[in-house]
Each structure stands twice: as C-alpha cells, then as structure tokens.
C-alpha cells in the first residue's frame, strides 16, 4: 500500500451468517448430490471445490467446500478460516494426513496437501490478490499468516486425472 492511502478495514458479515452460507452451500451440493456447489474457475476468478480429508483424531473422512485456483497441475486454496481467528479444522487434518481428494466439476483427484512457502508462496498469494483485491485487508484482520495450501496431484495416482 502506499503512503497516504488509509487502509480500509473490509466489511465481513457476522459469524453467524458465514457459517450459515457454508451450511447451505454443503446442503445444497448434498441435495443436488454434486450436480450444484462446484463450479471451474472464471476468467481471472476462482472456482469452487470439495476437499474430502481424514480426520486428525477421529480418523473419519471430513469434507469442505473451498475457493481454488489452479496452477498448473495443481490446486490451490488458503486456509482462511472465514478470516476468522484459528485454522480451519481441514487444514489442520491436512497437515496431520496430507493425502486427501478433492471432487471438481469433472470429477474427483487423489492429491496431497502441502503449505506454499518462500518464493512461491509470495507468487501464489500475489495470484489470489488479483482476484480478490482486499485479500491484504482480509488477511490482516487474523492473528497468525493465512497459510496459501497447494493440492498436487498424489504421486503414482496420474492416470485418474480428468482428461487422461
């Protein structure tokens, strides 16, 4: 940011609604049974994926839908937590499992999980400040760095890639 611009503080609903509008977007993919919720990234946007991990304690599988873009072969999300303090329960389980799937619109992938570091993830974060401007602000209302979680397709698992 420059000297002499004021940053502004970005507007989030309250935390009652976020997690409302996750519950709907959960129901409704469940509803639809994935026909609806998931969606390709937009032309300098993002889509939109469902990321099934294993349970750090419980061992049981857990999923979410998140925001992603793609980077070459692989997917990447931020584990944001609503901007929310914290990390988000998934990210936490990726950590402690980092082979997982995720379900796209045309269809599902083994990959593991891993936190972007250094050079790439300046790169990376850098990508998602162009497709949301006020990421910076965003990211600023949390206590701890916004990890940027890259999906790389799971070795040995290539030849279950959509389009192969």
């Known amino acids: 940011m420059s000297v002499g611009k004021r940053a502004t503080r970005p507007w989030l609903p309250p935390r009652w609604f976020i997690r409302l ?73 990726l950590q402690t499992h980092p082979d997982a799937t995720v379900d796209l619109v045309d269809g ?9 570091t250094g050079d790439e993830r300046s790169r990376l974060w850098a990508r998602w400040g162009e497709i949301d401007t006020n990421l910076d602000g965003y990211a600023a209302l949390r206590s701890s760095e916004t990890a940027v979680v890259v999906l790389e397709p799971r070795p040995g698992a290539s030849d279950t890639l959509p389009g192969n």
Not at 65 to 90: C, H, K, Q
Request: proline share 5%.
């Open 21 to 93: 509008a996750w519950s709907v977007h959960r129901g409704l993919y469940r509803v639809f049974r994935g026909r609806v919720g998931l969606w390709r990234p937009r032309a300098n946007g993002w889509g939109a994926l469902r990321l099934t991990t294993t349970g750090r304690r419980s061992g049981q599988q857990r999923s979410v839908i998140l925001g992603y873009f793609e980077d070459g072969p692989n997917l990447v999300t931020l584990a944001m937590n609503g901007w929310g303090a914290g990390e988000p329960a998934w990210w936490l389980n």
């Open 108 to 116: 599902q992938r083994p990959v593991r999980g891993r936190a972007a």
